[in-house]
């Protein structure tokens, strides 16, 4: 189903609504005489309340919520600072550059409560409003869980996106057993460029963010760029997906498995990454699993190894004890188990065991000469025809893993 700029119409309906004045009268003289939010994507939200009574105008708060995954029902609650005084206009502004932004699209509830010096008391009703990018026009294509937003290149483009998505989520959900829990919106910007702009604190080398609470990404991708674009979206869709299955207040996921699966639903693993394997396997130079369950280096090459270590550990583990242990892994990381003792539960080996049975199998695979080029890696023999194609793929792969920010 395709709603081409429907949204900004709808939109502009719903500040609408929210721009009219309200008048709550309680029974005493306390009035809310307006109540509006202007609305600076991505980095501010001004909330405006004017109110009267007989008496003092003595405690004005703000109450808001937003719609995204979390343990908990979240309320916040804003003292307003002012002078007390029977008629007051009172302001706040939520400063993202301070707590971190939204994805274009948040949903955020909220309502009003003043108290005057004779203890009357008014409560809002609470409105909801829409936090939008609206610099674009946005079009939008939803297929089953994920809807794609975008507002440059024609409905083909947005398709080839789509059944990017919808490849990828079969895949995860055919190795792993895991799917979306919440719908996913991915709003696809026609540049790194554009997508800054709906950054917080976007840095040159940024090419997109994930924002796994909202169930939301958003990245640039020109039209030109469909191919890099497409892994991309499979790459990040899983990270949303594994983040929304296992989230837990206590414990994360060890980087490897994250970032392992994540390349492997992309679908084929690039050649630079299996010539990095193979050299490290040569150099003895692997990376242990311990040191991979932590954040990854920043330097390039070493950075470079661990994705390739972490989507060839996800691989062994799917290749040889399937999916139902995967989800079984996920399941157990869901209710905040440790590392060594999630994985000593669902496979009984810890994270050192894995790391002897990882290399056995890596080994075996890169130290047998005719396995490199035939056995194992048939699709490489493949790939080398376009090798040029393939390393310019690779390069802008390698740019997003470290241009990706993700934020909770
Ligand atoms: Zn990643």
Redesign the pocket.
């Known amino acids: 189903m395709i709603n081409k700029a429907g949204i900004l119409a709808l939109v502009v309906c719903l500040f609408l609504g929210i721009l009219s004045p309200v008048s709550v009268q309680a029974h005493s003289g306390l009035t809310i005489l307006d109540s509006s939010v202007q609305a600076e994507f991505p980095s501010k939200l001004s909330f405006n309340l004017s109110a009267q009574s007989d008496v003092n105008i003595t405690d004005i708060r703000l109450h808001y919520t937003v719609d995204r995954l979390s343990f908990a029902q979240v309320t916040s609650e804003v003292y307003i600072d002012f002078v007390p005084s029977p008629t007051v206009d009172a302001q706040w502004t939520w400063d993202m550059r301070k707590t971190g932004g939204l994805p274009p699209e948040s949903s955020v509830d909220y309502w009003w409560t003043v108290e005057d010096a004779d203890g009357n008391r008014v409560e809002t009703a609470p409105l909801q409003l829409q936090f939008d990018d609206l610099r674009y026009p946005w079009h939008s294509l939803t297929e089953g869980e994920v809807t794609i937003y975008w507002y440059e290149g024609d409905n083909s483009f947005a398709q080839e996106i789509m059944a990017a998505a919808q490849q990828a989520l079969a895949r995860l959900a055919d190795d792993t057993g895991a799917y979306l829990e919440r719908p996913a919106r991915l709003y696809i910007y026609a540049s790194a460029q554009d997508v800054q702009g709906a950054m917080i604190y976007p840095q040159e080398w940024t090419g997109g963010v994930a924002f796994t609470r909202y169930a939301a990404i958003a990245i640039g991708i020109a039209p030109d760029k469909l191919d890099w674009g497409k892994r991309a979206i499979a790459?990040?869709l899983?990270?949303l997906v594994i983040h929304q299955m296992t989230l837990n207040p206590y414990s994360g996921l060890p980087t490897w498995l994250?970032?392992g699966l994540?390349?492997h639903t992309e679908g084929l693993i690039a050649p630079q990454f299996i010539a990095y394997l193979s050299k490290a396997v040569a150099e003895n130079s692997l990376i242990s699993v311990r040191s991979l369950s932590s954040p990854f280096s920043a330097y390039a090459g070493e950075a470079t190894l661990a994705y390739a270590q972490s989507c060839s550990l996800v691989e062994f583990l799917i290749a040889n004890y399937g999916q139902g242990k995967m989800l079984e892994l996920l399941n157990t990381f869901r209710q905040g188990s440790g590392y060594d003792a999630a994985l000593q539960k669902v496979y009984g080996f810890d994270m050192d065991g894995l790391d002897t049975l990882w290399r056995d199998y890596i080994t075996e695979q890169y130290q047998t000469p005719e396995a490199t080029t035939t056995a194992v890696h048939p699709a490489l023999v493949g790939t080398l025809a376009a090798l040029a194609t393939a390393l310019l793929l690779w390069l802008a792969l390698v740019a997003e893993?470290w241009a990706?920010r993700r934020s909770w």
């Open positions: 790459h990040e899983t990270h994250d970032e994540a390349m893993s990706w």
